[in-house]
Nanobody, 125 residues
Framework: QVKLVESGGGLVQAGGSLRLSCTASGRAFSSHAMGWFRQAPGKEREFVTAITWNGGTTSYADSVKGRFTISRDNAKNAVYLQMNSLKPEDTAVYFC??????????????????WGQGTQVTVSS
């Protein structure tokens, strides 16, 4: 079992930055690739980014490429999402998730076994 807790969300003006953190407890954190997803009101949960167990491979949704950066620190059992040049359309609840494998950066939310409770990000225009 892996418990995930996100933090770092908040209200920011368009063009601003936020850094989300997700800390894990339970089973070996480095056994899991990690992903970030987001869900806006009335919309389906969508893939944002993912990273393999050692950070060697990352993947980004086209909508955030060049603005968001995922990273992880296995010694701290943490994964981060640095969000720059934020836009109002980035407003959503952001979730971190642990993949059942360690080697891929899948965009399919059904391939992730563990989820955090989410943190709200609101970008004002």
């Amino acid at each position: 079992q892996v418990k995930l807790v996100e933090s770092g969300g908040g209200l920011v003006q368009a063009g601003g930055s936020l850094r989300l953190s997700c800390t894990a407890s339970g089973r070996a954190f480095s056994s899991h690739a990690m992903g970030w997803f987001r869900q806006a009101p009335g919309k389906e949960r969508e893939f944002v980014t993912a990273i393999t167990w050692n950070g060697g491979t990352t993947s980004y949704a086209d909508s955030v490429k060049g603005r968001f950066t995922i990273s992880r620190d296995n010694a701290k059992n943490a994964v981060y999402l640095q969000m720059n040049s934020l836009k109002p359309e980035d407003t959503a609840v952001y979730f971190c998730a642990a993949d059942r494998t360690d080697w891929r950066t899948t965009r399919d939310p059904y391939e992730y076994d563990y989820w955090g409770q989410g943190t709200q990000v609101t970008v004002s225009s």
